[in-house]
């Protein structure tokens, strides 16, 4: 039964109201039609099928919920998400038929031939070395596993980046509270007690508020605690209770205490929390073998995600789970994030007191997202080269500041624009044609900014955000455990390069003439750099793979007129072109003598990386 998109958001709000029954008006309200066409779309989905049932003078309500749920689960994914969900599913099933993806998406086979097409030009433009092919009406993902996983990778962030939630859908299924209010009152909180918070993170926070307050409404009041003891907090729940009409006893208001610090006091089971860090960490390993994304490094999530695990496995041993007004959201715009949770969740399936629904697998899919969030939202450089006008200037400054308070704003007069190059800049915009070096992107503005072209300045400044925190990962992917070798001593420079070598040869990565050609290369002229840093490679590229073997010395050795603490042996395949990025993550390692001599003690490859990708 497939759905036009005003039907489909018929039924989710019959689904998620917590109304017994919905008037026609109610309905025209929420959709922004006439009551006349609701009349209409309720007459064609009950042709259809019978889903909708009447109550003459109460309105509209769902007689079987499940089977609704049923149904807007099967509908299928339209626009650019499904393009998302097709490469998912040809990286899981390769090779694929093509007739059977037509029945899978529900698609006509010229709608799959076009999403393929798209699928691969979007490939092409951000230069990753992956197509899909169709042969002999099969459909194969080609391309390295490396580049396969960087381009779902970028899949998965765009989920991020490009969508919202719809925060009206609260409205509906807590249709006494009053959504907007207490999110105004939320952020007004977070300002006060100068805590960032990011929009995802704030509709996680807000629905989990919703969900407390609701059980709220059913229970007596106790005593009321004393307030007046932290002057922010208290002036929020007299402001909660005001605007939402409660009056909350004092367990309530410690659980909003929690919620809003993200602490839980309650004591648990050692079972329970062995199992919350067990499917902590298969989540860890999930988004990091098939995403190339690294959540290992930010304690926040993990500690809010293992919380949360804890509350859910109470549910479990209850049978008592909540409902998720937000999962068809989550499913529909976070496709690739709710598979990831789905997954992990059918890992550990076995070991839960019962079946974890998929409104629990959408809360900990809104968990993934706030950590994802977290991760873009890094801080970048913008540099202004100042137009004649010094108001335009300050209108472009406020405008940035406006839309991204955390980038760092530098203005440079156009004669001594030179000076870029002397600052550590992300990003240059400027009103007229510059000489700059290529590694930086210049987007070029015009005086229609005052009045057109604001959103496709703030489109690019988010790319370079996201660029930015995320071109990391195909780097950290050329270095390895297998070919990093701390400590060294050794007193002689061929020693040293035929022993890096050797480990390459054995393992295949290169062919045995490699060692020769180094040498060649190190005869010409010495490849030392900085004094300390020392990166060797052969005279041409021929490794199956790009890896970076990495030794750092105990005493330093002799390499040409410099004293060489660390070695790194570039093995490079035919088609590596980040030779630009990864020579600035090594020169800037060295330029900065704290972080050369942390990377110079370190005894262990997670180390290692940790001190080289950290910035200083």
């Known amino acids: 039964m497939i759905l036009s998109k005003r039907e489909a958001k018929l039924l989710e709000y019959l689904l998620h109201t917590h ?10 309200e929420e959709l922004a039609v006439s009551e006349k066409t609701i009349r209409n779309d309720v007459l064609n989905l009950n042709h259809k099928e019978k889903i909708v049932d009447v109550k003459r003078g109460s309105g509209y309500y769902l007689s079987d919920s499940e089977a609704v749920e049923n149904i807007l689960g099967q509908q299928p994914t339209e626009g650019w998400n499904r393009k998302v969900q097709l490469f ?49 009406n099969q459909l194969f993902c080609s391309g390295a596993s490396v580049e396969k996983k960087t381009a779902l990778r970028k899949f998965l962030l765009d989920e991020v980046v ?6 009206h859908i609260l409205d509906g299924y807590f249709s006494s509270f009053n959504c907007s209010l207490l999110k105004d009152d939320l952020v007004n909180y977070y300002q006060q007690m100068e805590i960032p918070i990011l929009d995802y993170s704030l509709i996680s926070v807000l629905l989990h508020l919703l969900l407390l307050l609701d059980k709220a409404e059913s229970q007596t009041v106790d005593k009321m605690i004393k307030l007046n003891e932290r002057p922010v907090f208290d002036q929020f729940i007299k402001n909660v209770e005001k605007h939402q009409k409660l009056l909350l006893d004092s367990q309530m208001v410690i659980q909003i205490e929690e919620c809003l610090s993200h602490q839980q006091n309650k004591t648990v089971d050692q079972k329970s929390v062995f199992l919350s860090e067990t499917i902590l960490q298969l989540m860890l390993s999930e988004i990091k073998d098939n995403y190339q994304l690294d959540l290992s490094n930010d304690p926040v999530f993990q500690q809010k995600f293992k919380e949360h695990i804890l509350q859910l496995l109470v549910r479990c041993q209850n049978r008592q ?4 007004p937000m999962l068809l959201e989550i499913k529909r715009k976070f496709s690739l994030i709710y598979d990831i949770s789905a997954t992990v969740i059918a890992e550990v399936q076995k070991e839960m007191a019962s079946t974890i629904p998929e409104d629990e697998i959408g809360y900990i899919a809104l968990h993934l997202i706030t950590a994802i969030e977290d991760l ?7 540099q202004i080269v100042e137009s004649f006008s010094q108001t335009i200037t300050d209108f472009l400054s406020r405008l940035i500041h ?11 007069p156009k004669l001594s624009f030179k000076t870029v190059t002397d600052q550590k800049v992300d990003l240059v915009l400027s009103f007229m044609p510059l000489d700059i070096i290529p590694t930086i992107p210049v987007y070029y503005l015009d005086a229609k900014l005052l009045s057109a072209g604001q959103s496709e300045l703030m489109a690019f400044i988010r790319k370079v955000k996201y660029e930015k925190r995320f071109c990391d990962f195909k780097i950290k ?9 701390p400590q060294v001593v050794v007193n002689d420079k061929k020693q040293l390069l035929e022993a890096m070598c050797y480990d390459l040869i054995v ?22 750099f900085g004094g300390v840093l020392a990166i060797p490679h052969a005279t041409k590229k021929q490794a199956k793979q790009s890896i970076i073997s990495v030794a750092t010395l105990k005493r330093p050795l002799n390499w040409g007129n410099d004293q060489v603490r660390l070695v790194c042996l570039f093995a490079l395949a035919p088609d590596f072109n980040e030779a630009d990025r990864l020579y600035s993550y090594l020169l800037n390692a060295v330029e900065n003598e704290v972080q050369l001599e942390k990377i110079l003690r370190v005894q262990s490859f997670t180390d290692f990386q940790k001190e080289l990708f950290t910035k200083y």
């Open 402 to 412: 406006a839309n991204f308070p955390e980038i760092n704003i530098i203005v440079t």
């Open 162 to 167: 490009e969508n919202e939630l719809d925060i």
């Open 376 to 382: 873009k939202a890094e801080a970048i450089t913008i």
């Open 321 to 324: 789970f909540i409902k998720n």
């Open 19 to 28: 109304k017994a029954y919905v008037t026609r008006f109610e309905l025209a």
């Open 477 to 485: 992917s050329y270095f390895s455990k297998d070919y990093f070798y």
């Open 88 to 136: 998912k599913y040809l990286m899981d099933r390769n090779p694929c038929d093509f007739y059977e993806l037509t029945d899978k998406f529900f698609i006509s086979e010229g709608t799959l031939s076009n999403s393929i097409q798209q699928i691969n030009d979007w490939l092409c433009f951000y230069d990753f070395k992956v197509k899909i092919i169709r042969k002999n």
């Open 507 to 528: 393992n295949k990565i290169v062919s045995q003439d490699f060692i020769r050609s180094v040498l060649m290369r190190e005869a010409v002229a010495p490849t030392s």
